[in-house]
């Protein structure tokens, strides 16, 4: 199951999970609330096998039918050490980034109000949607591992758009988006 918390700002390798002490746990309403981002769990086995009913009902509820698979480890991702700077570099999308993990682990970083890092950790089951222009980042845990489903309406764009990038239009419009909401 998905769990979320406030990050502390130690130097830390970035595959830690980086808990405050106390702990400041964050819950799926407050994550919502504080940044858009959206959640769903699908039931997962451990070879990665789901509930494919509730992920098409997901998909035709959004409209997600693009759809492809990534998979996150030394051997099977060309260019490995290159692409996790970049997923770890603070940056922004066009559109909502949508990630369903059936295998492994990892962490979702996305900015609060406040401008802090909450960090989301994604494990089989759990399907995050990040809204478009929030700032986020991605890092594999210690354990250097992930496999997960990426969804997009129409063709997908994937491109990271880095910070600062305040007044793209992505950015505006997800501000006054939790101006509305928060
Ligand atoms: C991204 O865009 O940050 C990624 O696709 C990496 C994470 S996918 C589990
Ligand atoms: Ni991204």
Redesign the pocket.
Known sequence: MVSAWYMDKSDADQREPHKTNPERPVSLEELKAKTGVEYFHIETDADGNFDEATLLKIRNDRGYNYKDE?E?ARDTLPNYEEKLKI?FTEHLHSDE?I?F?TKGS?YFDVREGKDEWIRIE?VPGDLIILPAGIYHR?TLDAKNY?K?H?FFVGEPV?TPINRPADQHPARQDYLSMMRRHG
């Open positions: 990534i996150i997923f980034e990630r993990c990892g994604l991605f992930i997960a990426r994937w």
